[in-house]
């Protein structure tokens, strides 16, 4: 007897089917075939054991396991619950009339217990999209799942469980996880970690960090140690716009599949914050792992909508530095293995920090003691292409003894956030219809349908370029900044001011180590 169970395989951020086919015939053995690894490879023992602890017979016949297609690699433990599924029916041990509306996967344990697996929400997400009524999913994954809509999403930790649902004797919906009641109520902002209030002067980084939240530009500062930096990006997270169901839902699917966060509860409620130390590979960075069979999302992924802060930035290895000019532009990156490739998301804000020489006191008077050679190797790994991509460049000094002494009160970051969602607004409504979110991300079409720039701005713009000698990237960054400048502003068009101040944010397109 032939029957067919729906799994499914993630290929980055989204899932395709996989149908396991069960054949039991006459003959001798158990075959498993469709280019498993040796997880699905090892499936078969874990299998043929639960289904004895509960009382399931093996039929003494062959048995013919095959993971459709077959020339696409499968990985991983959550076939063995398709697989027992498909055993039990294909051999007449019960009757499941849902089996062919379902989608199961699931880890199982010798026991018969069902244990967690990474991608639940993904799974569930593609079930929704592609006609299934039902989805089986161990309980920790399917908790994930709790937001979805036009779908049942069962949590089950047992092989029982499965069988009772699939025989559709499953009473009260005791298995299911997205009741009405279990859903995000709602996408609060958090609290920030650092208030803007917290931070004692730097008037102009805060200016700059605002610009940035409000149009997703990537900003570097450089500056001595102990001015700020690490506390002004932390605080800058705490103004970012709340995410829509949508986004929180793009971004809870990236964190589903690389088994991270806290998802039990739900949707993710605040956008990503991710902070890795400096000498992290590109594959850490990037993304990687594997063979192609199991490419995981790296740091510029798991930011994707949020915040990639990096600290000492130019101490990168320079490989990973220019590493990341793509993912920058692009907003995704592709990574290629042997025996496949993935498509990952990375919309991310790059906030960068460096200090401006080894010693990290040039430009505080006298006090550096570090020779304009050191400064120009210590800066060699940032590149003029880097450099480009960095909208906002700003320098940061130490604040002098008398105002932290005398300190004059701040405002807060819930004020801050206000204008920052009220820009957004704006950007949502010219963008209404495209893929693009904010200003950071148009492309040159849009700045030339979006930005149009009077004589008068225009004569400003080719000053600007002659006498700071910017590439034409640069210019086109220029003009992005101006763009959200205006939209915190309430301006529908772009400004002398408003160019002014974002070709002040140019100060380190030519890296200062004279």
Known sequence: MLVHIYSAKCIGIEAVKVTVEVDIAMGIGIHLCGLGDVAVKESLLRTITALQTLGYHIPGKKIVINLAPADMHKSGSGYDLPIAVGIIAASAQK???????????????????????????????????????????????????????????????TLSDVVSILENTQADN??????SNNGNKSLAHFEPEVDFAEIIGQEGAKRAMEIAAAGGHNVI???????GKSSLAKALAG?????????????????????????????????????????????AIIGGGGNGENIIPGEVTLSHLGVLFIDEFNLMPKSVIEALRAPMEDRKVTISRLRGKVEYPSSFTLVAAANPCPCGYYGEGDKCTCTPGQRQQYFSRLSGPIMDRMDLQVWIHPLPPAALSNRVP???????????????????????G?????????????????????EDEKRLMQTLMETLSLSM?????????????ADIDGCPLIENRHLMEAAGYRILDKTPTN
């Not at 005791?174 to 009741?179: A, C, G, H, P, S």
């Open 95 to 157: 009757y499941m009339p849902l089996i062919s509306d379902t989608l199961i996967m699931g880890e199982l344990g010798l026991d018969g217990s069902v244990r967690h697996i990474k991608g639940g929400l993904a799974y569930a997400d593609f079930a929704q999209k592609n006609g299934f009524k039902r989805c089986i999913l161990p309980q920790t994954s399917a908790l994930e799942a709790k937001c979805m809509d036009g779908i049942d999403v069962y949590g089950v930790t």
């Open 174 to 179: 005791i298995l299911k996880v997205n009741t």
């Open 221 to 227: 500062m450089i500056g001595a140690p102990g001015s």
């Open 239 to 283: 103004i970012l716009p709340q995410m829509s169901k949508e986004e929180a839902f793009e971004c809870s699917k990236i964190y589903s599949i690389a088994g991270m966060g806290h998802l039990s509860q739900g949707l993710m409620q605040s956008r990503p914050f991710r902070s890795p130390h400096y000498s992290a590979s590109i594959a």
């Open 410 to 432: 701040a405002e807060n970051s819930f004020s801050i956030r206000k204008r920052v969602m009220e820009a957004r607004r704006i950007q949502s409504e010219r963008f209404r």
């Open 434 to 454: 495209s893929n693009i979110r904010c200003n950071a991300e148009m492309t040159n079409r849009q700045i030339e349908k979006y930005c149009n720039l009077n």
């Open 473 to 485: 990237r640069a210019y086109h960054r220029i003009i992005k900044v101006a763009r959200t400048i």
